[in-house]
């Protein structure tokens, strides 16, 4: 079972609509959950944290996070099309010689449609 | 969040050569990470720099393929060694935020091919 698991896509959302990203992790130690930003070509960008049940707002973006679950989500409503890029879910778990690592999903890539 | 570079930005090299890759942070940071990414794929972290110790690696790589080094608090490097047409990635850096989330901040990597 990967670690984190995210669905490739593409998911295709019209302009203005609410795109809806999912992630299911696997470490039930994991503390912080993060969404991170990829354009093509370029390096990922954090664009948002979560730590506690429930929602985060930032924006137009909102994280859910359902540790019970083992699942954490993005929303990102009034959709544009220079939101289209890959979105990585990460989360932190204890990497080798017992410092903390963050581990990635293989992200979802997004398509706004104008 | 601190702001990161990455020389070079990218390089063409030939089988069997070494490339080092620099990575350097506006501000001190405890701990640097190195991560790949390779075509298509998402990011795999190699090791984890902390200054003043040896590099951890993760699980399938190994020291003598990438070593490390990490001689201050603003300053990283990677070298891929003995390189191979599968080395052809993008190696990224890293460093943590300055709170207790563990988020991580990314240079803008350096594109490898290997012929």
């Known amino acids: 079972q990967k670690e984190v698991e995210q669905n490739s896509g593409p998911l295709s959302v019209p302009e203005g609509a609410i795109a809806s990203l999912n992630c299911t992790y696997s470490?039930?130690?994991?503390?912080?959950f993060f969404w991170y930003r990829q354009y093509s070509g370029k390096s990922p960008e954090l664009i948002m944290f979560?730590?506690?049940?429930g929602d985060k707002e930032d924006g137009r973006f909102t994280a859910q996070l359902n540790k019970a679950s083992q699942y954490v989500s993005l929303l990102i409503r009034d959709s544009q099309p220079s939101d289209s890029a890959t979105y990585l879910c990460a989360v932190n778990s204890l990497g080798s010689g017992g410092y903390q690592k963050v581990t990635f999903g293989t992200g979802t890539k997004l398509q706004v449609i104008p | 969040s601190a702001v990161i570079s990455q020389k070079p930005s990218r390089d063409i090299c030939q089988r069997g050569t070494s490339l080092t890759i620099q990575c350097q942070v506006d501000?001190?940071?405890?701990?640097m990470f190195w991560y790949r990414q390779q075509p298509g794929q998402s990011l795999t972290l190699i090791a984890t720099?902390?200054?003043?110790?040896?590099?951890?690696?993760e699980s399938g790589f190994v020291i003598d393929k990438f070593p490390i080094s990490r001689p201050n608090l603003t300053f990283s490097t990677l070298t891929v060694s003995n390189m191979s047409p599968e080395d052809s990635s993008i190696y990224l850096c890293?460093?943590?935020?300055?709170?207790?989330?563990?988020?991580?901040?990314f240079g803008p990597g350096t594109r490898l091919t290997v012929t």
């Open positions: 979560i730590y506690s049940n």
């Open positions: 470490d039930r130690g994991s503390q912080s």
């Open positions: 890293s460093v943590e935020g300055r709170g207790q989330d563990y988020e991580q901040y």
């Open positions: 501000s001190q940071v405890t701990m």
């Open positions: 720099a902390n200054q003043g110790s040896e590099a951890t690696y």
